[in-house]
């Protein structure tokens, strides 16, 4: 059983910087998608990054293009993503999202598409 556990969210000022991690257990990751989503309240569920667990060769949204960085650490079998120049905009709950390969990484950015599994979420919230 494949579980995904988002952590690192909460308040930070416009600007400020934050790193969510995503905790990955229950099987071998070699050949699976990992990404980003993000929902605001009242608003659709956006995608915002991926990255190919064996090549680690990443898709970003173009929100989030040149502030933010996926990442993965092999031996943690931890995913990162890392959030810089924060806007109130970027305000949401983060999931964590696998799918099983193969798969092309910006695949999770076509709309509609449905990942094999989810996170709980971690709430990022950035103040003005």
């Known amino acids: 059983q494949v579980q995904l556990v988002e952590s690192g969210g909460g308040l930070v000022q416009a600007g400020g910087s934050l790193r969510l991690s995503c905790a990955a257990s229950g099987s071998t990751f070699g050949n699976y998608v990992m990404g980003w989503f993000r929902q605001a309240p009242g608003k659709e569920r956006d995608f915002v990054a991926s990255i190919r667990w064996s090549a680690g060769n990443s898709y970003y949204a173009d929100s989030v293009k040149g502030r933010f960085t996926i990442s993965r650490d092999n031996a943690k079998n931890t995913v990162y993503l890392q959030m810089n120049s924060l806007k109130p905009e970027d305000t949401a709950v983060y999931y964590c999202?696998?799918?099983?390969?193969?798969?092309?990484?910006?695949?999770?950015?076509?709309?509609?598409?449905?990942?094999?599994?989810w996170g709980q979420g971690t709430q990022v919230t950035v103040s003005a």
């Open positions: 999202a696998a799918d099983r390969g193969p798969l092309f990484i910006g695949t999770m950015a076509t709309p509609g598409h449905e990942c094999d599994y």
